[in-house]
T-cell receptor, first 111, second 114 residues
Framework: QKEVEQNSGPLSVPEGAIASLNCTYS??????FFWYRQYSGKSPELIMF????GDKEDGRFTAQLNKASQYVSLLIRDSQPSDSATYLC???????????FGQGTTLQVKP | KAGVTQTPRYLIKTRGQQVTLSCSPI?????VSWYQQTPGQGLQFLFE???????NKGNFPGRFSGRQFSNSRSEMNVSTLELGDSALYLC?????????????FGPGTRLTVL
């Protein structure tokens, strides 16, 4: 079992729809959770981070964390073609302090 | 403010050689992390340096090493290169430790081992 798991996709949604990206992790003591976006041929850039259970909203993006079920998700409302990218989930392991990245989910938003 | 810079951007080496990659963090950032990115394995953590000290190390063989200088610039060295070391090597800097701060990634060094 990988420490951080994401469905590689591609996840295809029509423009204007809600895209839902999911990430599960194995270390129950994990503390910090990050979502990075990586466009093809570019480097990752941070979209959001979340530390506490519940939802955190930033513009069209909402991160949801459920520590009991060990998953974190990213919702993108009103998806745009410019949102087409690979979304990487990263989790901070509490016992080692290492930031572990998932394989990423490729999102395609079709006009 | 200048972003994270990495040199060289592209490198071609042959098996058995060694290579040194350089990373200059954003001014004021004290943490530098290194990652290896391949299509099959994704983004894998190599090590993190903070204030010239290695704070964490990933599951890579001892051929992979690094260091950080007093100005926070960092270098990564790979000795006795293998074909499987071909990858994009990314460095990222942050104000504090990566697990608690936003990381800013450099453009990467594309290493090809022949």
């Amino acid at each position: 079992q990988k420490e951080v798991e994401q469905n590689s996709g591609p996840l295809s949604v029509p423009e204007g729809a809600i895209a839902s990206l999911n990430c599960t992790y194995s270390d129950r003591g994990s503390q910090s959770f990050f979502w990075y976006r990586q466009y093809s041929g570019k480097s990752p850039e941070l979209i959001m981070f979340i530390y506490s259970n519940g939802d955190k909203e930033d513009g069209r993006f909402t991160a949801q964390l459920n520590k009991a079920s060990q998953y974190v998700s990213l919702l993108i409302r009103d998806s745009q073609p410019s949102d087409s990218a690979t979304y990487l989930c990263a989790v901070l392991r509490s016992n080692t302090g290492k930031l572990i990245f998932g394989q990423g989910t490729t999102l395609q938003v079709k006009p | 403010k200048a972003g994270v810079t990495q040199t060289p951007r592209y490198l071609i080496k042959t098996r058995g050689q060694q290579v040194t990659l350089s990373c200059s963090p954003i001014s004021g950032h004290r943490s530098v992390s290194w990652y290896q990115q391949t299509p099959g394995q994704g983004l894998q953590f190599l090590f993190e340096y903070f204030s010239e000290t290695q704070r964490n190390k990933g599951n890579f063989p001892g051929r992979f090493s690094g260091r950080q200088f007093s100005n926070s610039r960092s270098e990564m060295n790979v000795s006795t290169l293998e074909l499987g070391d071909s990858a994009l090597y990314l460095c990222a800097s942050s104000l504090g430790l990566s697990g608690y701060n936003e990381q800013f990634f450099g453009p990467g060094t594309r290493l090809t081992v022949l």
